[in-house]
């Protein structure tokens, strides 16, 4: 299978994330990447730029670094890599993402919430990315089995073409779907509350495209508010 890639600032939920991750993977071989990105100030000198592009760690963000390297040496199909990156582009990334051989992303909601420049435009750029995209919450990963396709107006892809591009790929189903309006969004809030509590769902699903990325712009998403992970699958333009 593909390798998988995890933008993470170390927080305590990047070890949920390697354990998706391995749950994901399903026995196969894989590296998992640990993405750790830095803003660096002008430096005048090559020591003064090197020093400065690899601070030390936090004591916590150690623990949880020591904590995913030993999760990850109990399974004999992991190898865990950390990738350091002290800028990130758009050509940058593409090539990072060829190099490693990255298949799917999963993004702790942490770095989500990150107020660093680099890591909102790294999601940005991601995004535009033709990888999988799961972005984690705050509560411990299910098994995600049940799945709700959040279908927006502008979206050309049905769900049973959406369900078939994503056979073999992923175990869960989709047992239900809304179609939604970018603008109306956030008023569907109870009602997409009330579709996921009656159908047992734990998984959102939904398409996203290419769009502009602006240096450090911060997305807005509803998707917290309903605390379930959302798998976002990139549809490409024709």
């Not at 734990?202 to 450090?216: A, H, Q, S, Y």
């Amino acid at each position: 299978m593909k390798n998988i890639l995890i933008p993470t600032v170390l927080e305590k939920d990047t070890l949920a994330s390697v354990e998706s991750a391995i749950s994901y993977a399903n026995g196969q071989n894989f590296d998992l990447v640990l993405l750790l990105l830095n803003e660096t100030d002008n430096a005048y000198s090559a020591s003064a730029y090197l020093r400065n592009s690899k601070p030390a760690f936090s004591a916590s963000q150690q623990k949880t670094l020591e904590d995913c390297q030993r999760l990850a040496l109990k399974f004999d199909n992991i190898k865990l890599h950390v990738q350091r990156q002290s800028s990130i582009s758009a050509p940058l990334l593409r090539n990072l993402l060829s190099v490693l051989e990255i298949g799917f992303v999963i993004v702790p909601k942490s770095f989500r919430e990150s107020s660093k420049k680099i890591n909102r435009h790294c999601l940005g750029l991601l995004a535009n990315s033709h990888c999988p995209i799961l972005n984690l919450c705050d509560a411990p990963t299910s098994e995600m089995q049940k799945a709700l396709y959040l279908e927006y107006a502008e979206s050309k892809l049905q769900v049973s073409d959406l369900q078939q591009r994503l056979d073999g790929k992923f175990a869960f189903r989709i047992v239900s779907q809304a179609r939604i309006n970018k603008q109306e969004e956030r008023s569907l809030d109870q009602l997409l509350l009330e579709t996921i509590t009656r159908n047992d769902i734990d998984l959102l699903v939904e398409t996203r495209k290419p769009t502009k990325v602006k240096l450090g712009k911060k997305f807005p998403s509803f998707h917290d508010d309903l605390k379930l992970p959302v798998l976002s699958v990139f549809e490409e333009i024709r």
